[in-house]
């Protein structure tokens, strides 16, 4: 029996889910499954890695302890309220408790349609399994907090996208899919017995401290606010771009989730998007903090019958909570983007320090990753080439690295380099390698993807074999556009 499972969401009342069992598909083989990931939540690998396994990883065999289900949720997409979402094309399997206390959800992707299903079928494509396979796990390295790939399994079906595409079911791992949206179903139904009781249960299971509290209901939006204010700075530390931040996409627990038109910026700009649905750049790269708590604003509002029985105190309570965003983000923005220049604790100073490279980057239209990445070779070497190659012209940066020098002067020097080599990641999935990995995949080469997921497992460790990961995209490899996984 490869899961124990220990099933809570199951026993919340009928509003929550409809139950449904995954679909089978007809040929199921699998292509990767996370050893160590099994191993870490004391989930027996090698009982995975079997036919048996195989076959609950596919959505062939019910495994025994599983109380399938399809989670209700609303959410707001592009701004425009959608009060019927809910997973369409996700089945929870049950929940499984790790050797680390922690109680984890184990859910299909691409496992069939749902009572949520709309017009969807239900399925994924091959290249979203991979895609999701190959950033959550890099996130993971990079050390963000986010959802986790188990396993990916190659369907043997063709689903219709942009013509006939192979499918494959992904096994997504979460602290939990409790997402602001689920709140919103609620509230969207004025259901407040059923609104008190997912807050009840998400503080059980996410933020049991606050039951201490005076007012639990106001404390879990305030730990809420909190995670997602430093979650959404370590995206921007890292270059990443989630491109979806739908409230629907924004989990309760503060993991990342829902990596469908996501990608880690090559070229450095504020306004950069991905996303082929994203016209107007709500989503763009510096918009995510913003965007964090305007979803986070809606998440306060569905809490508004619990937080007090006077509205007008309600509200003022609320706006209180979300006015703290904005600093704590910021503060998060600010150790995390200094420490990328080698400087801890950063005053006003250092954080101008900060902006004033970033602007020197996007007129060099240089490389994210690599810019911060290569300024630890300057202080190690001396050199300045590796990171005056990497602007339009050198004249801007050239001026920028003599006062950064200066700066540094006063520093410890090892600890500097130590600093920044643990902030600037050497490896991130780059789109033009993750198209690569998907290209081979849907023609049934997985190597590609094996050896980028390998390569991303160590981010931060330069490693010569691996150089040609480090690499930006050729201009004819440039990937412009990312889609969502449906
Ligand atoms: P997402 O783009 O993943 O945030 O999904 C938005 C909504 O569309 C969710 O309710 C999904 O369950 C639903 N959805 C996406 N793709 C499909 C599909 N292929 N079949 C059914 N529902 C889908
Ligand atoms: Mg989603």
Wanted: hydrophobic letters at 40%; one cysteine or more.
């Amino acid at each position: 029996m490869p899961f124990t499972f220990d099933n809570t969401y199951a026993r919340l009342p009928d509003a929550f889910f409809k139950r449904v069992a995954p679909t089978r598909v007809s040929a199921p083989a699998m292509i990767r499954l996370n050893h160590s990931l099994a191993t870490e939540l004391g989930i027996d690998a090698a009982g995975l890695d079997s036919l048996e396994g195989l076959a609950i990883l596919s959505g062939n065999q019910q495994a025994n302890g599983s109380d399938p289900l399809a989670m209700a949720y609303s959410g707001h997409q592009f701004g425009g309220f959608s009060p019927q979402l809910g997973d369409g094309r996700a089945i929870l399997l049950g929940e499984v408790v790790g050797n680390d206390g922690i109680r984890r959800d184990i859910q299909l992707k691409g496992s069939g349609p749902t009572p949520f299903s709309r017009r969807g079928d239900g399925r994924s494509a091959l290249g979203p399994v991979l895609r999701e396979y190959l950033v959550s796990e890099a996130m993971a390295a990079l050390g963000v907090p986010t959802t986790r790939a188990l396993a990916a399994v190659a369907s043997g079906d063709h689903v219709v996208r942009e013509g006939m595409m192979p499918s494959g079911v992904f096994t997504r791992v979460a602290q939990s899919h409790i997402r602001i949206g689920t709140f919103q179903w609620f509230a969207a139904r004025h259901d407040d017995d059923n609104l008190r009781v997912l807050a009840d249960y998400v503080i059980a299971r996410h933020y049991p401290a606050v039951q201490q509290e005076e007012n639990p209901y106001l404390a879990l939006l305030n730990q809420v606010i909190e995670r997602q204010a430093r979650l959404i700075a370590h995206w921007i530390q890292l270059g990443f771009i989630h491109g979806v931040m739908n409230t629907d996409n924004m989990t309760v627990s503060g993991e990342t989730i829902d990596y469908g038109p996501c990608a880690f910026m090559d070229t450095y700009h504020p306004a950069k998007t991905f996303s082929s649905i994203d016209r107007d750049g709500r989503y763009a790269f510096g918009n995510q903090g913003p965007i964090g708590q305007w979803n986070l604003t809606r998440f306060a509002e569905t809490l508004l019958p619990l937080l007090h029985t006077d509205q007008k105190k309600a509200i003022t309570m609320a706006e209180s909570s979300l006015d703290a965003f904005t600093d704590l983000h910021q503060s998060a923005l600010h150790s995390r983007l200094t420490a990328k220049i080698g400087l801890e604790g950063g005053d006003t100073d250092d954080w101008n320090l900060v902006e004033s490279l970033l602007q020197t980057m996007a007129n060099g239209e240089s490389d994210f990753t690599l810019v911060f990445r290569h300024l630890a070779t300057v202080l190690d070497t001396g050199s300045d080439d590796e990171v005056t190659r990497q602007f339009n012209q050198p004249t801007e940066i050239v001026s920028w690295l003599k006062a950064w020098r200066t700066r540094l002067q006063d520093v410890d020097r090892d600890r500097t380099l130590d600093l920044m080599r643990r902030s600037n990641p050497i490896y991130i999935p780059r789109n033009h390698r993750i198209e690569e990995a998907i290209k081979a995949g849907n023609e049934g080469d997985f190597e590609p993807f094996h050896r980028l997921n390998h390569v991303l497992q160590q981010p931060f460790t330069e490693r010569a074999e691996s150089s040609e990961y480090e690499v930006p995209p050729a201009p004819d490899e440039v990937v412009h556009a990312t889609f969502c996984g449906t």
